[in-house]
């Protein structure tokens, strides 16, 4: 199963957190599961998500999808996210 990384820079982290544990169901939906968060040390603000991701096709649809860009802005995402969909 491939695995997908998505590079975030954010604002606030629990604003955005509230926001990121409010879409678990839209994030299921898009074929993506088992997502752990970490954060940079040396910057709080940057934040890399990496989980499950049922295909490649899926993960780049939802996140191109108008309603998660929507999401995401209001959740305090800066920029464009960098996704990464990789397999061993």
Known sequence: MPKC???LQIGDYDHWRQSYDRGHAARANAGFSNARVFHNVDNPSEILV?????SADKIHAFM????????????GVQGEPKVHVIQD
């Open 5 to 7: 990384a998505v590079e």
């Open 50 to 54: 990496v989980g499950d991701a049922e």
């Open 64 to 75: 191109a999808d108008p309603a998660q860009r929507e999401r995401m802005q209001s959740g």
